[in-house]
C-alpha cells in the first residue's frame, strides 16, 4: 500500500468547506485512495474512494490531481459532527486479504 | 441500514484469562477482518478471514490469537491468555468482496486487562 501523508490536525468553522489534504506520491497505477473517518474512538466509517477521477457521494467529494500524487476530502458544509480523525488510506482493493493500513490520520475539529 | 455490531460493549478479564469477542458482520457480506486499536495509537489490522479460513494475518496475530465463525451469522476473536497489552479497542469489520469493497466496521469492544 502506498504510504500516505496528513496534516495532523486542522481547524474549520461550522458551515464552512472542509478541504482535508493527503500526500500520495509512491501510489501505483493500481491504487485506490480510500477515505474513513473515526468519530472518538468509534468504529471506522468509509466516506469515499477514488482511482484516477473525481468523486462525489452524499457525505463528500474526493478530488485526485491528475497525477495522482495527491488529493482533497471536500466536506462541503462542515457540522459540529464532523469533528474526528479523518484517514486517507492508499490500498489495491479496499484492503482485500491484507487489511488496511491506518496512520494517524488528520484530526478535524468543526469549530462553532 | 445494516451495521456490523459487537458484543459486548466494554469487557473487563483479569491476566491469563480467555476472552471472546463476538460480531455479527453484516449478513450477505463473505469477508471478515479484526482490528485492534491500543489507546492513543494507530488501528492495526490483525486478521482477514474468508471461507471459514485465515487468509491474511499481521504479525500482531500470534499463537494467543484465534478466529472462528461458528454458525452462519458470528464471527469471534479468542484470545486464548491475555496480558496487560491486550487492553485495547477491538473492531470487527466486513466487506461483501475483496474488489475495491469498502470495509463496514462495528463499533468495537474494549478490552481491558487487569
Known amino acids: 500500500d502506498a504510504k500516505t501523508t496528513q496534516p495532523p490536525s486542522m481547524d474549520c468553522a461550522e458551515g464552512r468547506a472542509a478541504n482535508l489534504p493527503c500526500n500520495h506520491s509512491?501510489?501505483?497505477?493500481?491504487?485506490?485512495v480510500y477515505w474513513y473517518r473515526q468519530i472518538h474512538s468509534q468504529g471506522p466509517q468509509y466516506i469515499i474512494h477514488?482511482?484516477?477521477n473525481n468523486e462525489t457521494n452524499e457525505m463528500a467529494s474526493l478530488i485526485i490531481t491528475e497525477d495522482r500524487k495527491s488529493s482533497t476530502l471536500i466536506l462541503p458544509h462542515a457540522t459540529l459532527r464532523d469533528t474526528a480523525v479523518y484517514y486517507c488510506i492508499g490500498s489495491y482493493s479496499g484492503g482485500g486479504a491484507d487489511g488496511l493500513t491506518f496512520g494517524k490520520g488528520t484530526h478535524l475539529i468543526i469549530q462553532p | 441500514e445494516p451495521e456490523v455490531t459487537q458484543t459486548p460493549s466494554h469487557q473487563v478479564t483479569q491476566m491469563g484469562q480467555e476472552v471472546i469477542l463476538r460480531c455479527v458482520p453484516i449478513?450477505?457480506?463473505?469477508?471478515f477482518y479484526w482490528y485492534r486499536q491500543i489507546l492513543g495509537q494507530k488501528v492495526e489490522f490483525l486478521v482477514s478471514f474468508y471461507n471459514n479460513e485465515i487468509s491474511e494475518k499481521s504479525e500482531i496475530f500470534d499463537d494467543q490469537f484465534s478466529v472462528e465463525r461458528p454458525d452462519g451469522s458470528n464471527f469471534t476473536l479468542k484470545i486464548r491468555s491475555t496480558k496487560l497489552e491486550d487492553s485495547a479497542m477491538y473492531f470487527c469489520?466486513?466487506?461483501?468482496?475483496?474488489?475495491?469493497?469498502?470495509?463496514?466496521f462495528g463499533p468495537g469492544t474494549r478490552l481491558t486487562v487487569l
Open positions: 509512491t501510489i501505483s497505477g493500481n491504487e485506490y
Open positions: 477514488g482511482l484516477k
Open positions: 469489520a466486513s466487506s461483501e468482496w475483496w474488489d475495491t469493497d469498502t470495509q463496514y
Open positions: 449478513s450477505n457480506h463473505l469477508y
